[in-house]
């Protein structure tokens, strides 16, 4: 049964910084990539950024590129999303997925979490 569970979410003021994390369980088999999503009220969901495991390739969304990071810790199924001068606009529910089977900005995944919020004032 894979589960992937989010956590690391709050609030913050403009300009601060937060880290979320994905854990992932329950793999038969090593996973190849995760990605991170966000949806906004009223918004669209959107994806944030992308890691490859096999060549440790990573992508961005244009509206988040050098703010932030996404990172997975060696030796645990844990993948991290650092999050650096965050705006209003970076508000929302981030959830990540894994288990690609197309395009990963278009949300071609098997497996998602439930999310945790993100709130910028």
């Known amino acids: 049964h894979v589960q992937l569970v989010e956590s690391g979410g709050g609030s913050v003021q403009a300009g601060g910084s937060l880290r979320l994390s994905c854990e992932t369980s329950?793999?038969?088999?090593?996973?190849?990539?995760v990605a991170w999503f966000r949806q906004g009220e009223g918004k669209e969901r959107e994806g944030v950024a992308f890691?490859?495991?096999?060549?440790?390739?990573?992508y961005y969304a244009d509206s988040v590129k050098g703010r932030f990071t996404i990172s997975q810790e060696k030796g645990k199924n844990t993948v991290y999303l650092r999050m650096n001068s965050l705006k209003p606009d970076d508000s929302g529910t981030y959830i990540c997925?894994?288990?690609?089977?197309?395009?990963?900005?278009?949300?071609?995944?098997?497996?998602w979490g439930r999310g945790t919020q993100v709130t910028v004032s």
């Open positions: 997925a894994s288990d690609l089977y197309g395009t990963w900005y278009k949300g071609h995944f098997n497996y």
């Open positions: 890691v490859y495991f096999g060549g440790g390739r990573t």
């Open positions: 329950g793999y038969s088999a090593v996973r190849d990539s």
